[in-house]
C-alpha cells in the first residue's frame, strides 16, 4: 500500500469534477470531463463578494508537480471523498506539538465530533518522540478494531 494507491483511495471518481461543474451550471452534469476547465467566478454572483477562481485535479491528466504548483497557488484547498465509498480509517496526526504551548485537542474534538469518518486523533511531536508509537498504535487498532459505521471489510483486498 503505497502513496499512490492511498491518492486513489482518497481522490479518484470522488465527484470534483461534477461539483465544479454542477455549481457553474446548476445542473448535474451527464458526461463528465476528467478536469474541469479553470473558470473565475465573478465577485457579483458570489455572497461574499470575492472573485473565486476555481482549479480541479485529474490524477490522469496532471503530474505530481503540477499538483504542487497549484497547492502553493491556491488559498483554499477542498478535499472531495466520496461517503459510500470510505474503505479506510482516518486518523487526525496533529505533529509538532513541541512547538506550542497549549494543546489543539479543544479545537480537534468538535471536528471529530462533526466528522464521523474520523477514527481517532493523535497529538504527537517527532521531534521531542512525544506519543509517536501511540499515533501506530492508533492505526493498526483501527484496522484490527474498526469502528467506523461505514467500514466494509468485505471490500478489503
Ligand atoms: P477523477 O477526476 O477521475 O479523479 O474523478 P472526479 O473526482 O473528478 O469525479 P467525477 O466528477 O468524474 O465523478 C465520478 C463519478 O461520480 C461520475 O460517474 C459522476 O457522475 C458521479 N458523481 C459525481 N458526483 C456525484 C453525486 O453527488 N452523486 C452521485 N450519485 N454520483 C456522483
Ligand atoms: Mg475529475
Known amino acids: 500500500s503505497g502513496a499512490g494507491r492511498e491518492r486513489q483511495v482518497f481522490q479518484s471518481k470522488v465527484g470534483k469534477t461534477s ?6 451550471s446548476e445542473e448535474f452534469p451527464d458526461d463528465v470531463p476528467l478536469r474541469a ?7 457579483d454572483v458570489t455572497p461574499e463578494r470575492v472573485p473565486t477562481h476555481i482549479v480541479d485535479y485529474s490524477e490522469a491528466e496532471q503530474s505530481d508537480e503540477q499538483l504542487y504548483q497549484e497547492i502553493s497557488k491556491a488559498n483554499v484547498i477542498c478535499i472531495v471523498y466520496s461517503v459510500n465509498n470510505k474503505k479506510v480509517p482516518l486518523i487526525l496526526v496533529g505533529n509538532k506539538s513541541d512547538l506550542v504551548e497549549h494543546s489543539s ?11 464521523s469518518d474520523i477514527e481517532t486523533c493523535v497529538e504527537c511531536s517527532a521531534k521531542n518522540l512525544k506519543n509517536i ?13 474498526p469502528t467506523g459505521p461505514l ?3 468485505e471490500e478489503k483486498e
Open 37 to 43: 476547465e479553470e473558470i473565475t467566478i465573478p465577485a
Open 105 to 115: 485537542m479543544e479545537t480537534i474534538l468538535p471536528i471529530m465530533n462533526q466528522y
Open 133 to 145: 508509537s501511540e499515533l501506530f498504535y492508533y492505526a493498526q487498532k483501527a484496522v484490527l478494531h
Open 19 to 24: 461539483l465544479i461543474m454542477s455549481l457553474v
Open 151 to 153: 467500514y466494509c471489510p
